[in-house]
């Protein structure tokens, strides 16, 4: 039974470029997450993705988009890349209570 | 507004011997769950154990078990009998109904090194 996947795992972009990570979720799981984790810090909530909408969102600016697709999966994309998007990306996948998160995309910003 | 406080940045730990990884947090909602999850150098957040704010006891998942001190708002995890594959970083997390209940909300983490 595959867990959570994401992909791409390394990413490089340059400042002002756009960029759209893909998260497969765990067989089951109706409901993705995404996380941002910043280098030496804890993650921090995006936004979540439920029934193909938007259903909670973290302190993260509207460059900060999602998508959830008929078969669960998700896509976060990310306008306008400032250095500072930076981080690696966590995608969780749910049903009910209890998260399994992917391994995250490990985004660089030049 | 809920806070995390990871108070160790790093800690180490001989084989087989226990370490406790600190946890204080803050909120104002009396409804609140605490998560212990284990980030090894791969990346995924592996979750470990769960307390929720109303329960009489202290969890425990084996060589795991949380000390949950709902006065003093701390929740350590215990590790018991401390393997070379504990080495990790460590980050308790929080959510209230406020949040919601599948944002969790993450202190900075602790680094553990399990020494042979």
């Known amino acids: 039974d595959a867990g959570v996947t994401q992909s791409p795992t390394h990413l490089i972009k340059t400042r002002g470029q756009q960029v759209t990570l893909r998260c497969s979720p765990k067989?089951?799981?109706?409901?993705v997450s995404w996380y941002q984790q910043a280098l030496g810090q804890g993650p921090q909530f995006i936004f979540q993705?439920?029934?193909?909408?938007?259903?909670q969102r973290g302190n993260f600016p509207d460059r900060f988009s999602g998508h959830q697709f008929p078969n669960y999966s998700s896509e976060l994309n990310v306008n306008a890349l400032l250095l500072g998007d930076s981080a690696l990306y966590l995608c969780?996948?749910?049903?009910?209570?209890?998260?399994?998160f992917g391994s995250g995309t490990r985004l660089t910003v030049v | 507004a809920q806070k995390i406080t990871q108070t160790q940045p790093g800690m180490f730990v001989q084989e087989k011997e226990a370490v406790t990884l600190d946890c204080t947090y803050d909120?104002?909602?009396?409804?609140?769950?605490l998560f212990w999850y284990k980030q090894p150098s791969s990346g995924e957040m592996i979750f470990l154990i769960y307390?929720?704010?109303?329960?009489?006891q202290n969890a425990t998942e084996g060589r795991y078990s949380l000390n949950f001190q709902k006065a003093r708002k701390s929740a350590n995890l215990v590790i018991s009998a401390s393997q070379l594959g504990d080495s990790a970083m460590y980050f308790c997390?929080?959510?209230?109904?406020?949040?919601?209940?599948?944002?969790?909300?993450f202190g900075t983490g602790t680094r553990l090194t399990v020494i042979p």
């Open positions: 993705y439920y029934e193909e909408e938007e259903r």
């Open positions: 909120t104002s909602d009396p409804s609140y769950g």
């Open positions: 997390a929080m959510t209230t109904d406020q949040t919601g209940a599948n944002n969790l909300f």
């Open positions: 307390q929720g704010s109303y329960d009489q």
């Open positions: 067989s089951g799981h109706d409901t």
């Open positions: 969780a996948s749910s049903y009910g209570n209890g998260y399994t």
